[in-house]
């Protein structure tokens, strides 16, 4: 094969996706905040440890903020607890940094963040396995929990990830996380909701505030849930979440793009049911969407150098490789019991030659048949670049329509691949 084989005709489509269309969070969070007995089940001066996790998250800042002033207005003392396991590199100073950049900080909620990574035992689940509680929270009169409810990228379970993840996994911190996560290689992921049973029988907890994006990534749903009710209720709302995924609209592909990669997109950078890949010592699959290669051209800003997930790609860029702070994301990997995944794959200087790459390790290749899809990040799936061999099947595809013409794959000057277009 030549050193620089001829390229594709890309053009940019757009799928029709579910969208929500709410507005006024503010105003969400109040309605929803407002049906629960809260004022009945605390007194004035009692103090709530809101959990926070570390995904970026369509607008958890407006939502914490929201909720504090709830709280407040109850007379209530609430302050952050950082939910996040491991990440931020296992210390409170990180935990706090990854806060800062979802635009959650002391300054900005006034109140304090209690960062510090210290978890003590609450209490084991069946064959031994123990349950681990940040003390932070646990010296809190009441314990609230924030996430979305989301398939998780390495299993399938009644519960994955959201709330009863968060408590029992992210306010576990390091230790929590390493727990569970080594104990699931023998026991599976559903020890999680045996130990969110037992956190929910003895910790304090206030109630769990569920949040669900639509396939855009924009907040769809807003629901304050009591304890009583969280393992249930989760469980209907990983249903809801699973109909409102985005996913790629085509299977057989011969080489994925995937622009930005990090752990505030997934917790392993890029989606496993969006790329339809995983490698783990759970579990392999490879599934629909069925991709040759997986090329990810760089590490996203809100990733705090946190490379998680980069073993699960066949080619990279060196500028990638360099932007990894190797501590954190290898702190990362052990506690997730995920070594495999912080592996750094073969990557190139310039796109043109990790595509070239791509190319000549996909077999038979030519540029009018070959399957090529270019996608942002694996949460932003309305708008895709994808290779003229496409055109038939975005042709019969009414949710699918095309945005610009077929035009020739384009590098700038440095050979790297011009910005994903400008469309809307």
């Known amino acids: 094969m030549a050193l620089h084989p001829k390229y594709p005709e890309m053009a940019y489509i757009k799928q029709d996706l579910f969208r929500s269309d709410l507005s006024g969070i503010a ?3 109040n309605s929803t905040l407002s049906k629960l007995p809260l004022s009945k089940i605390s007194r004035p001066g009692d103090t709530v440890a809101i959990g926070v996790g570390s995904r970026g998250i369509n607008r958890l800042d407006a939502v914490v903020l929201q909720s504090v002033r709830f709280l407040q207005k109850l007379g209530l003392k609430p302050y952050i607890v950082p939910a996040m396991g491991s990440h931020g590199g296992a210390t409170g100073d990180g935990q706090k940094n990854v806060l800062e950049k979802l635009g959650i900080t002391e300054s900005v909620a006034g109140v304090p963040i209690h960062a510090e990574m210290d978890a003590t035992c609450v209490g084991s689940i069946p064959d031994k396995i123990n349950v681990y509680m940040s003390k932070a929270a646990l010296a809190a009169d009441h314990i609230v929990i924030i996430n979305r409810i989301k398939p998780h990228t390495k299993f399938q ?4 990830s959201g709330l009863c993840k968060m408590l029992t996994i992210g306010l576990g911190k ?11 290689v023998h026991h599976s992921f559903k020890i999680i909701e045996q130990a969110a049973e037992l956190v929910l029988k003895k910790c304090n907890i206030f109630f769990g505030l569920a949040l669900l994006e639509d396939a855009c990534g924009q907040l769809a749903h807003i629901e304050a849930i009591p304890p009583s009710a969280i393992i249930e209720k989760e469980k ?14 085509f299977d057989l592909i011969d080489i994925l793009v995937i622009d930005h990669f990090g752990k505030d997109i997934s917790g392993i950078g890029m989606d496993s049911n969006v790329t339809g890949r995983h490698r783990d010592i759970t579990g392999d699959f490879q599934v629909y969407p069925h991709v040759k290669r997986i090329f990810v051209r760089d590490l996203s800003p809100g990733s705090d150098g946190n490379g998680m997930g980069i073993g699960l790609a066949d080619i990279t860029t060196k500028r990638l490789v360099e932007g990894i702070h190797l501590e954190k994301t290898t702190i990362n990997a052990l506690a997730a019991i995920s070594p495999e995944k912080a592996a750094i794959p073969i990557n190139f200087s310039t796109d043109q ?20 899809v270019r996608i942002k990040n694996t949460a932003r799936l309305e708008v895709l670049q994808v290779s003229r061999a496409f ?7 009414q949710k699918l329509a095309r945005m610009s013409p077929w035009e020739p794959t384009r590098f700038d000057t440095e050979n790297n691949l011009l910005e994903f277009g400008a469309h809307p």
Request: proline share 5%; with cysteine; charged share 25%.
């Open 391 to 397: 055109e038939k099947e975005i042709a019969s595809n």
């Open 157 to 160: 379970a009644d519960i994955e």
């Open 27 to 29: 105003d969400v969070v």
């Open 236 to 249: 209907a709302l990983l249903k809801k979440a699973y109909a409102h995924m985005g996913r790629i609209p």
């Open 353 to 372: 030659k990790a595509l070239n790459a791509c190319i000549k390790t996909i077999g038979p290749y030519s540029p009018h048949t070959s399957r090529i």
């Open 174 to 184: 390091e230790k929590g996380a390493f727990a569970l996560h080594r104990s699931a």
